[in-house]
């Protein structure tokens, strides 16, 4: 695969994102106790990073495609490792909310254009298994991230986990400062910048910027939620909470890649139903029947679907956008991404409540509306090949007679 070092990079931005984004959620129960709020509040605290990543992704659109994508990436990092900081220095649930905001503005620009880099530096046809690499970077920080948080967080503090992520933000910054050439070849093209009139012009970029956002909707529901559910409604104990994190991205990090490759070798539609029909199944399960299956299988299957979904998805619609409209593009599908993420945990606050014990009540309703909404999935993706293929099959017979005239 070209450029592996560049691709490298940009699967640290996405571990370091990744775990800044879900930390507060294992994290849940040690911050509500630690800051005086109460559990069904976590929801809060994870949406308030999302909509603050939209809002910005939003803003950003018709912007980041004017500049060198290397200092795009080092301003947004430098933001990150502020805001993180101050994540530390919380002393209420108003600062936290505070910190987590500013953390989702800068975070949701990083990987927009981190998305861009990949798919500027990586060929259409090795693309799947370049982003599976930078979807690695989501079970990497339940490998190595979440467990080393929830344990310094036990044994000394939360505040801990927050100044630890910082201390890797900048490492990551200089490392990217110093390793990551000037990019700036989406300029030279000089056709224009992406132009929400494209949306009109051809509907499989608004679904496109779409179908990621509708990936995240329905497993959004629940994970802010993962953490309370395993130690209260499942009986999970709180000092294996970092093992089981462990195991789950570990699992995850080899099905990861290995759909990054599936992906490149079959269908989007083919790879991602599969994922939409495995995840159903297991919040059926999980949710629904409430099943008396070990709880560590049935956490272990809904990461691993959930992620793998992610990938086919991406690879997908990063064949959409042409080179100098990448950021912008990428900048949009981040903002319905962030959005339809804030959205689902936000909803979900309204479906469930603990009670006096801590459990999570109205698990049943909020799985109902999670496989309901994963059904748009593959109707997306099938949209979306089928106008890519007809595209395809248009510049083919456009060609022809220029062949043609040529050759006379």
Request: proline share 4%.
């Amino acid at each position: 695969m070209q450029n592996k070092h560049i691709v490298f990079l940009v699967v640290l931005v996405q571990f370091i994102n990744a775990l800044d984004f879900v930390l507060v959620m294992p994290m849940g129960p040690d911050l509500a106790l630690g800051l005086g709020f109460g559990l069904e509040h976590i929801s809060w605290v994870a949406s308030s990073y999302t909509i603050s990543a939209a809002v910005v992704s939003l803003l950003s659109v018709m912007h980041l495609d004017k500049f060198d994508r290397k200092k795009v990436l080092v301003f947004s990092l430098i933001g990150m490792l502020l805001s993180t900081a101050m994540g530390g220095l919380s002393t209420d649930l108003t600062s936290l909310l505070l910190s987590r905001v500013l953390a989702g503005g800068f975070g949701g620009m990083a990987i927009s254009i981190g998305v861009s880099i990949v798919a500027d530096v990586v060929p259409q046809e090795q693309r799947g298994k370049a982003l599976g690499m930078v979807m690695a970077g989501f079970p990497l920080s339940a490998i190595l991230g979440i467990p080393l948080a929830l344990y310094i967080s036990d044994q000394t503090s939360w505040q801990s986990a927050f100044y630890l992520l910082a201390a890797f933000i900048f490492v990551v910054l200089l490392t990217i400062a110093w390793q990551l050439p000037k990019l700036v070849g989406h300029r030279e093209a000089n056709q224009g910048l992406f132009n929400l009139r494209e949306l009109i012009r051809r509907p499989e970029m608004g679904i496109g910027i779409l179908l990621v956002g509708i990936c995240v909707f329905p497993a959004f529901l629940i994970v802010p939620h993962v953490s309370t559910i395993n130690q209260f409604n499942y009986g999970f104990p709180r000092a294996d909470l970092s093992y089981l994190y462990l195991a789950t991205g570990i699992i995850n990090l080899i099905f990861v890649l290995i759909t990054g490759r599936l992906a490149d070798k079959y269908s989007a539609l083919t790879v991602g139903s599969f994922w939409a029909v495995v995840l159903a199944a297991d919040i059926t399960l999980w949710m629904i029947f409430a099943v008396s299956w070990p709880v560590v299988i049935l956490h272990l299957i809904f990461f691993v679907s959930f992620t793998a979904l992610m990938i086919p998805s991406a690879s997908l619609a990063s064949k959409i956008p042409a080179a100098h409209q990448r950021a912008g593009f990428s900048a949009l599908q981040s903002f319905f991404q962030y959005l339809a993420t804030g959205l689902a945990a936000s909803a979900s606050f309204f479906v469930i409540h603990a009670d006096a014990e801590g459990n999570l009540m109205n698990l049943k309703q909020l799985g109902l509306i999670a496989i309901a909404s994963l059904v748009l999935i593959p109707v997306a993706i099938w949209f979306i090949e089928r106008r890519l293929k007809l595209a395809s099959k248009q510049r083919s017979v456009d060609v022809s007679p220029a062949v043609n005239d040529a050759a006379i």
